[in-house]
């Protein structure tokens, strides 16, 4: 595994914006599709946004037109812009590439992040 390294997390007031980012160190060749997943207390973790290496996103219905994922490929880094803030968006969010190729031509798969907690509160 790749360890993505996630930054960005914090607490922000209801309605508020936070952006994450997630970056893939060492030497890497090509990324694959790229997501964001989230994990609330004693719920399961779940996809909140995906794109691909060429630019096509996916979101899940409860963040679409709050959220936004973005990646910069010549970086090797994800983002995830975060708008209009909920209580329910509260939770931990983890950064997923689904391939990675590093300069060796090793295929990687499913690397993720540590996690990085966003918590929403007044």
């Known amino acids: 595994q790749v360890q993505l390294v996630e930054a960005g997390g914090g607490s922000v007031p209801p309605g508020g914006p936070l952006r994450l980012s997630c970056a893939a160190p060492g030497s890497i060749f090509r990324i694959g599709a790229m997501a964001w997943h989230r994990q609330a207390p004693g719920k399961q973790r779940e996809l909140v946004a995906r794109?691909?290496?060429?630019?096509?996103?996916v979101y899940a219905d409860s963040v679409k037109g709050r959220f936004t994922i973005s990646r910069d490929n010549a970086k090797n880094t994800l983002y995830l812009q975060m708008n209009s803030l909920k209580f329910e968006d509260t939770a931990v969010y983890y950064c997923?590439?689904?391939?990675?190729?590093?300069?060796?031509?090793?295929?990687?798969?499913?690397?993720w992040g540590q996690g990085t907690q966003v918590t929403v509160s007044s």
């Open positions: 794109i691909t290496n060429g630019g096509n996103t």
């Open positions: 997923n590439a689904e391939v990675v190729v590093d300069t060796t031509m090793r295929v990687i798969r499913d690397s």
